[in-house]
């Protein structure tokens, strides 16, 4: 009985270290593809999202004050164009001078 208690812990010893040894290869192989993606990530140029966000504002910003200065723009021209004028009732022109 006890030769068979000994072979049962010798095998679980083996199974327990086994286990331990795959959770480590395991762990080591998970961090090497997050290191590969982050590398072949960061070569593509992608953007943060806060500089996403920062650009995105600025680009409203500009474009309220594009159009708040074409409003403006178009004030000032139809001040600047003068009425056209009426022709005149009554007065008939002359050929002699």
Do not use: C, H, Y
Request: no cysteine; net charge neutral; charged share 30%.
């Amino acid at each position: 009985m006890q030769s068979e208690n000994r072979l049962f812990d010798d095998f679980a010893k083996f199974i327990n270290g086994a286990a331990g040894t795959l959770a480590g290869v395991g762990r080591e192989a998970e961090q090497g593809a997050r290191a590969r993606a982050k590398e072949w990530i960061g070569g593509l140029e992608f953007v943060s999202r806060e500089e996403f966000d920062a650009v995105k504002a600025m680009a409203a910003a500009a474009r309220d004050e594009a159009d708040a200065l074409r409003a403006r723009i178009e004030k000032l021209e139809a001040a600047a164009t003068p009425a056209p004028a009426a022709p005149a009732k009554g007065k008939k022109s002359t050929g002699a001078a």
